[in-house]
Every structure is written in C-alpha cells, then in structure tokens.
C-alpha cells in the first residue's frame, strides 16, 4: 500500500498535486478540534471584520470568525460526504454483485429497478423529502436519502465486473468445492471489484459533497451547524455580497473548489493505475 | 423489424415503470413523513394573524377534503393518481387560488427553454473538444482546455453560478442577473423582447453549459482514446483514408451512439442543476417554483411540482430512447 503510494506520488503528477491539495485542506478542518472559539456561537467577535492580521479571513456579520468557521464547517462537509459514499457504496456493492453473480430474474429485477431510480431526478425528491421532515430533517436523515439515491450508476458497473468473473474457471472451482453464494462473493469476487469500489468511491465522495453544499446553501439541512454551503446560506441571508462582506463567501468557495479540484485529481489519477489502458494511452503506445 | 418491437416494448414498460415508482415514491415520502401537511398548513396560516378556532375548524377541514387525507392510505393513494393523471394538485396555497397545475404551466417552458438550450450546447461541445482531445492527443491547446474543462466539472451548479454571477453582475456588470425577461416588455415575437429573452438566459444557461462541458468531454476522450487503437482504424491508417475522414467517418461516429445513451441517463442530474440555477438567478422556471413552494410551505405545489418533473424527466427520456434506433442501425436489426 505505501509502496503504491509512494509511487504514485512520485510518477503521477496529478496524483500529488490532488493528494497535497486534499490533505492540506483535511488538516486545515481537522484544526477546528482546537479552535479557540465554539463554531455553532454567534456574536463572539466584533462583526464585519475584513481580513487582517488578528482575523485572517475576516470575521462575519454573525461574529463568527471566518478562518475557524470554515475549518469546522469543512470537517462537517468532508463527513457528511463521507457519510453518503460509505453508505451508498454498500447498497452498490451488495446489488451489483448480487445482480451479476445471480443473473436470471434476480438481475433483471434488480437492473430494472436500477434503471429506474437512474432515472429519476434526485433534487427534486431530496427537496420533497427535506420538505415533509422540516425540522426533523437531521444530517443523518439526509445522508441516508442521499445515499438511496447515489448507489444506481455504480451498481451498473460492479454488475459488469461481477459478470466476467461469473464465467472464469475459479468461480466453478468455487462452487464444486462446495462454497456457498455469500462466500464466492466476499472471498473470491470482492478482491476483484474493490478496484473499481474505490474508484466510484471517489466520485461518489465529489458527487455527495456537491449535494450538501447544493442543499445547505438553500438553507434545506441543519442550519446552525456549520458547513460549506451553511456559510454560503447565512452569507447571502445577510447581504454579504451587497453589503461588501466578500471574504465571508470568497473564502468559502476557494476552500470547497480546492476540495474538489484535489478529490477530482485522486478520482482520475487513481483511475488511471486501475486501468492501465489509459496510462499506455497518456504515454503515447 | 421484430428486434425494434422489441426494443419498443422494452423501453415502454421502463417508462411507465419510471412514472410509477416516481409518482409512488412522491406519495410514500409524503405520507409517511411524521409531519401533517394539514396541521403544517394550518399552523402557517395561524402565524399570520389570529383566527378564531371555528374557522381554523373549517379551514382544516376544507385542506383535508383538499389532500384527499380521508380514508384508508390504499383508498388515498388512489386517489393521489386520480389526481395525477386529471393533473389537478389543487389550489396553490401560497398563490391561492391558482390552481397548482396552471402555476406549473406556466413555469414549465422556461425551464424545457433553458435545458434544452443549454444541453445542446455542452453536449456538442464536450463532444467536439472531447473527440478532438482523444485524437490529436499532442496538441497543447487542446491539453490546456480540456484541463479547464476538467477542473470545472466536479464544481456544483450552485458555486459555478454564483462565480459567474459576482463576475458579470458586479464585477463587470454587463448581463442581467435576475429573471426571465425584461418586467415592462409585454411578451410576444417582437425583437425588444426576444433581446431581452437571450439577456436574461445567457448566465443560467452558461452555468448549466459550464456544469454539463466536463462529464461529456471526458467520457467522449476516452472512448475515442479506445477506438483509435480499434483493428478498423489502424487499418484505415494504412491504407491511407486522411486523417480528417478517420476522425469523422470512423471514430466520432462510433463514439457518439453511446454519448447519446449518457444523454438520456443525464437528464434527471441536469434537471436538478437546472432547479439550483433557476433559483440562483430567479429564473421564472419550475424549479424556482419549487423551492419558493418549500420556503412559503405550500405543500400542493410541491408535491405537484415533484410529480411533474418525474414525469418530465421521463418523459424526455423516452423521446431519447425512441430516435435512438434511428441512429445506431444495431438496435434495429438485433
């Protein structure tokens, strides 16, 4: 693994230009563990602050000092997504290699509804559900409808891997030496498809960190507590653009673009060592 | 023949199955929520101002008569689809009394305007620039753009929308920021109006175009990467077809059946990034109709404007997959 990694490191530019940019940004919201101020209190601090030396990023017309809010508001982003790709990388996991491994009618019914939920649009029934729960409408609620919603593509493609291992001589060795299904699945095939579990893990990651930011900076998730979209929510509830208050949305939006542009570079470097064909591409064979 | 009937088939079951889990699911999710629309209702129209008990009495139970919350749920549920295929939502609660549907119809074809537009463009030219990219894959200029094109896709819709906003609306203020056209211009064919039209759309539809430009162009450069190393290909380069007829004839053509697949599956994401412009730009389409809903807690129009985008969604899907099989001449033999 740190063979992997050190490699990576040192041949793929890419690779560590993403693995700097996520890991400063990690550190800097894993700073908020000691920040000297509580992140959910308002009108600590003198509001409207621009930058400076005792504020670095300015302060908010809530009091808020800018710089700690957005540690603390990246930690509960980076979580949230967390959150969702673990989750939705279960329910991929289990119905994609179920539906290829089993085949017959049990893939056709599981594909179907996968193709079902591909098609229909996520935001409007998150706004639904965000709507009826109002203020039941917790981040864990959140981050399981959302995981519901983000495992169908990759299902898709863990079914495709399943279903050439399906037809490889040591899945018969397999089942002759008597294995049952859950066994073939975790001991044999699993290996195989982890690749591609982590790979879609990635994007999956992007995808859910997009959806928070998407629904917090409408004001549809817990409010007080911070994250990205949560500033950019409370920013614009205050006017900050009229007002001139710009490092209290500027800073947020470099922050969550570094996040992606970092977590974007991992996603396709790592891409790229899973499948090899378009690293001999890249080199020109 | 038999394999497009087939195919047919296939794909009119898929639809209708769309329609009815989405429409099933917008049933469960506001039925099995602990939340009482009624009571919510209610209760928002309490804070306006102090109503004495029986009214509230008769409004609560003229909402119920309303939601159709009578009933057994099987009895309620099939009521819901009545109402759905009638396209009766009731009235809306924040507009009242305009029916939720008429509200709908109004939005809906500012929102179809702006995606099919926008879709358009940054299909074509994820295309073009991804096709181009996995061809000529030494040119420079064609690196660096689509490193820019890249870096933008993970960024959501909401961020790429405010970014363009602060830049022409405040920083060099030269695009109308707010709305779907000019107030004061009565709408019609005149040429103030259509002006006024294209003003009004260009910063959500490049928000849309920016947010779609990256998924197109990296799928299109890497199944073109995969087909110039194809035996046709290679052939074709040895026997000395130009290069311009390779690229067209053989490769983006073959590269562009399954992007026109992703199309189809794309629509409901595009949809959703459609729904947070609308709302950044207060454009007058459904999804900012949907979320003013939520924000004023008119539950009808909410619900109504889910359904309907489920079955917009799908609707557009199916119209996809129909010319499908007029492009790739497989499906129609198979």
């Known amino acids: 693994m740190f063979k992997i990694l050190r490699d990576l490191l040192r041949y793929n530019i890419e690779f560590a230009i993403g693995f700097v940019l996520t890991l400063a940004i990690f550190l800097f919201a894993l700073a908020h563990f000691w920040a000297p101020l509580p992140d959910t209190a308002i009108y600590l601090l003198p509001p409207d602050m621009p930058p400076s030396a005792q504020y670095w990023f300015g302060t908010t017309s809530r009091g808020q000092d800018v710089l700690w809010q957005m540690s603390s508001a990246i930690w509960n982003t980076m979580l949230f997504g967390l959150t969702v790709t673990i989750l939705s990388r279960l329910l991929a996991v289990a119905i994609g290699m179920l539906s290829g491994y089993l085949g017959g009618r049990w893939d056709q019914a599981l594909m179907t509804l996968n193709d079902t939920m591909i098609a229909l649009p996520n935001i409007p029934i998150l706004l639904l559900v965000y709507f009826v729960m109002r203020d039941s409408m917790s981040w864990p609620v959140l981050a399981a409808t959302a995981a519901l919603l983000g495992w169908n593509y990759d299902a898709r493609l863990i079914r495709s891997v399943t279903l050439s291992l399906r037809s490889r001589e040591f899945t018969r060795h397999a089942v002759f030496a008597g294995m049952s299904v859950p066994q073939i699945l975790v001991r044999q095939h699993l290996p195989y498809v982890m690749p591609v579990i982590f790979f879609t893990a990635m994007n999956n990651l992007i995808w859910a960190i997009g959806l928070e930011v998407t629904l917090s900076v409408l004001g549809f998730s817990d409010i007080n507590r911070p994250t990205i979209g949560g500033m950019i929510y409370w920013a614009n509830q205050h006017q900050a653009i009229i007002a001139g208050i710009w490092w209290w949305i500027a800073f947020p939006i470099i922050a969550i673009v570094l996040l992606f542009l970092g977590l974007f570079l991992l996603a396709i470097s790592v891409n790229e060592y899973i499948d090899p064909r378009s690293r001999l591409s890249r080199m020109g064979a | ?334």
């Open chain 2, 1 to 334: 023949m038999d394999g497009f009937a087939k195919y047919l088939g296939r794909r009119l079951f898929q639809f209708f199955l769309v329609i009815f889990l989405g429409v099933s699911l917008a049933f469960l999710i506001t039925n099995l929520s602990p939340v009482d629309p009624v009571e919510q209702s209610v209760a928002l129209m309490t804070n306006f101002g102090a109503t004495d008990p029986r009214s509230v009495e008769l409004m609560r139970q003229a909402l119920q008569e309303l939601y159709g919350l009578q009933g057994s749920m099987l009895e309620q549920y099939l009521a819901f689809w009545g109402r759905v295929i009638r396209g009766d939502f009731g009235p809306s609660l924040s507009a009242f009394p305009t029916p939720v549907m008429s509200l709908i119809m109004g939005a809906l074809p500012w929102t179809i305007g702006l995606l099919t537009l926008s879709l358009v463009i940054s299909w074509s030219l994820g295309n073009l620039l991804g096709a181009l990219a996995g061809y000529y894959r030494s040119n420079l200029l064609l690196k660096l753009s689509g490193a820019a094109v890249m870096a933008l896709h993970p960024v959501p819709a909401y961020i790429i929308g405010l970014c363009l906003l602060l830049a022409f609306g405040f920083i060099w203020p030269i695009l109308p920021i707010s709305g779907g056209a000019q107030m004061n211009l009565q709408p019609g064919l005149t040429l103030d109006y259509l002006r006024s039209l294209i003003l009004h759309g260009t910063l959500p539809a490049l928000t849309l175009v920016f947010v779609g430009l990256g998924s197109w162009f990296i799928s299109m450069r890497s199944l073109v990467s995969n087909i110039v190393t194809d035996d046709h290909v290679v052939y074709a380069e040895l026997g000395g077809v130009s290069s311009n007829k390779i690229f067209s004839q053989y490769v983006a053509r073959n590269a562009l059946l399954p992007q026109l697949t992703g199309l189809a599956l794309s629509l409901g994401n595009v949809f959703g990034g459609a729904v947070i412009t609308e709302f950044l730009f207060n454009y007058p389409g459904v999804g900012r109709l949907m979320i003013q809903g939520i924000y004023r807690g008119d539950y009808a129009l909410v619900l109504g404007v889910t359904t309907i985008s489920i079955i917009a969604v799908a609707v557009a899907v199916f119209i996809i997959d129909l010319i499908y099989p007029l492009i790739d001449p497989r499906v129609r033999l198979s």
